[in-house]
């Protein structure tokens, strides 16, 4: 069947560093991918998304870049801030539904 | 931009009694919402499908008669948890996609159910 793994966290980083969030997912046909963000008490926001192989999803300084012959979409941001610290969701939907299947999801914090 | 309402956001009841939770699309009409619980550290699980004017479709393993949906109007949807247990305490999250688009998926902040 359709699943997502994401890296385990947590995932600390100070300030400025780079930041990698790995997800690979497993799907039959061409799944879309999204990567989605839950900022502490709030609900899910969508970050970026990638409906082809080689799209590269962007939005507020992170990436990701779907590999099909890797099956993955790691999440990428060059310099993050501490207002990122939030969870991480890697998705992907398959078909018409609207269904989306998520990953465990990661949490990303970032101290000053 | 689109928002999805959910109440209430916590909710504490005794073992045996029923808990409403509604979601709603406040701006948009929605066809289709869905219903995903939330393990502490772990992943957002699919629970149903909610259709307006029709049946809800449920996942594989969640029982439809314990988890009752109602997707009475294009902005509504509904989650009753009956008889609730303390094995029913989760993070209960909705999400609505907007009739106009294909994607993407309007979140709900969710509702921490809490069974004693």
């Known amino acids: 069947g359709n699943s997502v793994t994401q890296m385990e966290g947590p995932v600390t980083l100070s300030e400025e560093a780079f930041l990698t969030i790995n997800c690979t997912y497993t799907?039959?046909?061409?799944?879309?991918l999204f990567w989605y963000v839950q900022y502490p008490g709030e609900g899910l926001q969508l970050l970026l998304k990638a409906t082809k192989a080689d799209d590269k999803g962007s939005n507020k300084g992170f990436e990701a870049t779907y590999r099909k012959e890797t099956t993955s979409f790691h999440l990428e941001k060059g310099s993050v801030q501490v207002s990122d610290s939030a969870v991480y969701f890697c998705?992907?939907?398959?078909?018409?539904?609207?269904?989306?299947?998520f990953g465990q999801g990661t949490t990303l914090q970032v101290k000053p | 931009g689109a928002v999805v309402s959910q109440h209430p956001s916590r909710v504490i009841c005794k073992s045996g009694t029923s808990v409403k939770i509604e979601c709603r699309s406040l701006?948009?009409?929605?066809?289709?919402m869905f219903w995903y619980r939330q393990f502490p550290k772990k992943s957002l699980m699919l629970m149903a499908t909610?259709?307006?004017?029709?049946?809800?479709?449920?996942e594989q393993g969640v029982e439809k008669d314990k988890f009752l949906i109602n997707h009475a109007s294009l902005t509504l949807s509904t989650l009753t948890v009956t008889s609730a247990h303390p094995e029913d305490s989760s993070f209960y999250i909705c999400?609505?996609?907007?009739?106009?688009?294909?994607?993407?998926?309007?979140f709900g902040n969710g509702t921490r159910l809490t069974v004693t």
């Open positions: 701006d948009f009409q929605a066809t289709t």
């Open positions: 909610s259709n307006e004017g029709s049946k809800a479709t449920y």
């Open positions: 799907a039959t046909g061409y799944p879309s």
């Open positions: 998705a992907l939907r398959t078909g018409n539904t609207g269904k989306l299947i």
């Open positions: 999400s609505a996609r907007d009739d106009r688009e294909h994607s993407p998926l309007h």
